[in-house]
């Protein structure tokens, strides 16, 4: 009887505990997919990321694709180094260009996580066009899972590519944070994201 003397209080109230139960539950959600789910490759547990440190003042960053590059031939203290970066690109398949979160990766990528990939190969470091890898949604979403999709010519930020690849069901990228739904090569970085010191950016993640 008391709530329905206070209609307005209670509405309120009830509004508060709704707000805080999706809150949790959304938190929860998050923390299931980024933290306690496997990743979905072999032997995840074996992946780690590294940073640089900074001596003045002291801080930890990701690398540059420079500093990448200097560092993954003659770093014997692991068996492997391989690099990402996320790019927002424009895709056009014989329709109007559509953003398409892409992943640009260093060439042993997929073998380093060792994702078989469901159609098609992995990056031909020689390549004259930029070579891409959809993911099986977007193959499935986008190109209507063609079977013919591995080397169709579509257009990414206006540049002739061509697709060698679908990535396996659910596979979106090393990291569950942000969904990718395009590999390319980091050979390419500097004519997808053309801004003069893009090389020198701290934007890499590293995994080792």
Excluded: H
């Excluded at 209670?10 to 933290?35: F, K, P, Q, R």
């Excluded at 001596?55 to 590059?69: N, Q």
């Amino acid at each position: 009887r008391g709530l329905i003397a206070r209609p307005a209080w209670s509405l309120a109230a009830l509004l508060c505990l709704a707000i805080g139960t999706g809150a949790n539950t959304a938190s929860l959600s998050v923390i299931n997919e980024v933290l306690l789910r496997p990743l979905p490759f072999a032997d995840p547990d074996r992946i780690a990321t590294v940073v640089l440190r900074e001596p003045s003042p002291p801080r930890l960053r990701p690398f540059s694709l420079d500093e990448y590059l200097a560092v993954a031939p003659s770093a014997t203290l692991f068996s492997e180094l391989s690099a990402r970066t996320f790019l927002p690109v424009s895709v056009a398949a014989d329709d109007p260009p559509r953003m398409v979160q892409s992943e640009l990766v260093s060439d042993n990528y997929f073998a380093m996580l060792r994702v078989g990939l469901l159609l098609g190969r992995t990056f031909d470091a020689v390549s004259a066009v930029p070579e891409a890898v959809v993911s099986e949604q977007l193959w499935r979403q986008r190109f209507n899972r063609d079977p013919s999709i591995v080397g169709r010519r579509i257009r990414i930020n206006g540049r002739e590519s061509v697709i060698t690849g679908v990535a396996p069901a659910g596979f979106i990228g090393a990291t569950q944070l942000i969904r990718a739904d395009m590999w390319l090569s980091t050979s390419w970085f500097a004519e997808l994201n053309p801004a003069p010191s893009a090389a020198t950016v701290p934007s890499f993640g590293v995994l080792v």
